[in-house]
């Protein structure tokens, strides 16, 4: 599986972004799509997940009701709507794939190259 995230900038405090995620490989509906990001010094951490149909994401609790993930299966891209943004969301965001829903970071196999969400307050 091979990821490629798009859409990551410069956004000030309470803006909104749209980050993308093209996926590419065999059997997608295997899995499970999430977006993961690392702030400077600190660890990695799942923002959030969705099965490829959709029926079940789960959130972390920071970001619940600002952030939404979303799929266009026919493009077989992932999306991460970022609204109501501040400071704390300034972070490497990376697209990851795995088989299994876990909250933990580690339990996903499929990285992307991560973009850069910049709080410019």
């Known amino acids: 599986v091979e990821l490629v995230e798009s859409g990551g900038g410069l956004v000030q405090a309470g803006g909104s972004l749209r980050l993308s995620c093209a996926a590419s490989?065999?059997?997608?509906?295997?899995?499970?799509l999430t977006w993961v990001r690392q702030a400077p010094g600190k660890e990695r951490e799942l923002v959030a997940a969705?099965?490829?149909?959709?029926?079940?994401?789960d959130y972390a609790d920071s970001v619940k009701g600002r952030f939404t993930i979303s799929r266009d299966n026919a493009k077989n891209t992932v999306y991460l709507q970022l609204n109501s943004l501040n400071r704390q969301d300034t972070a490497v965001y990376y697209c990851?794939?795995?088989?299994?829903?876990?909250?933990?970071?580690?339990?996903?196999?499929?990285w992307g190259q991560g973009t850069q969400v910049t709080d410019s307050s």
């Open positions: 490989g065999r059997m997608l509906s295997r899995y499970i």
């Open positions: 990851a794939a795995g088989v299994a829903m876990s909250r933990a970071a580690g339990g996903y196999n499929y």
């Open positions: 969705s099965v490829w149909s959709g029926a079940r994401t």
